[in-house]
């Protein structure tokens, strides 16, 4: 590969010169790095899982929605822990520093989260149902009114290949419903329409972009204005292998090791 055709950048600085920022920021800094490096990674499970529920088969599509419907639920919990992070330091201090060095964009970012974390929120649903816990309050009604004729789940020789899958069938319909207005059809009525299990389906799937976009732009505003404060260097150099998302497929069934002969 050229290194001119997709050239990356390490941008480095003097661990010594880090630490004689005041320890709040340079907390503040590896935390919201964490959170930012947590969602990349989360994003390009992501986009392999969306492209298994294309599948041909039916059992590969359970299997894809499940690891889709895994990753956004971290995303949406990843947020409402990182909003925690900005929370929780920004307007004790570190705030007055950093504030009037921000871009328009980031600031505009930043506004953005403290209106969207202050009622009521999706984020704050998942994140204390779904995300990193397993409640079982959301769960009962769903599993009271399941249309299914026939539950199963998949199994194989060893654990690789066992997937429960009516169990993720009954949280996919939790997780839809928590989208979904207060008030509003449950998703498990006989009446309800396959329009509004579309809709629930848009607003699950769509509703972190605007917050996962606002978080960016802080984030990569703030994280870079700190680099910036300090003597650095930048470096040019190409990866050695890049991954392209057409090419991305998501781990479903997998090889089971044979038995050994007895």
Request: glycine share 4%; hydrophobic share 40%.
């Amino acid at each position: 590969m050229d290194a001119d055709e997709f050239p990356l950048y390490r941008i480095k600085f003097s661990h010594s010169d880090f630490r004689k920022l005041p320890e709040e920021d340079q907390l503040f800094f590896v935390r919201l790095a964490h959170v930012a490096d947590d969602l990349r990674h989360v994003f390009y499970l992501c986009v392999a899982a969306e492209k298994g529920t294309h599948s041909d088969s039916a059992d590969e599509r359970r299997l894809a929605l499940h690891q889709l419907l895994f990753g956004v639920r971290l995303v949406y919990s990843i947020l409402y822990e990182g909003w925690n992070v900005v929370k929780d330091t920004w307007a004790q201090g570190l705030g007055r520093t950093w504030n009037p060095r921000l871009s328009e964009e980031a600031r505009k970012g930043l506004e953005f989260l403290g209106r969207y974390f202050g009622p009521p929120n999706l984020s704050r649903t998942i994140r204390h149902d779904f995300g990193f816990h397993y409640e079982p309050d959301p769960l009962r009604e769903p599993l009271a009114h399941a249309h299914n004729q026939q539950d199963e789940i998949i199994s194989g020789k060893h654990s690789a290949n066992i997937f429960y899958s009516f169990a993720e069938e009954i949280r996919a319909l939790a997780l839809l419903q928590a989208a979904v207005p207060e008030g509003s059809t449950k998703l498990w009525d006989q009446n309800v329409t396959e329009e509004q299990i579309r809709e629930a389906a848009i607003r699950l799937y769509e509703g972190y972009k605007r917050v996962h976009d606002a978080f960016n732009a802080f984030a990569n505003d703030v994280l870079v204005k700190i680099v910036k404060s300090l003597p650095y260097k930048i470096e040019k150099f190409t990866p050695p292998r890049v991954t392209k998302f057409s090419e991305m497929s998501p781990v479903l069934f997998v090889e089971e090791p044979k038995s050994p002969k007895t």
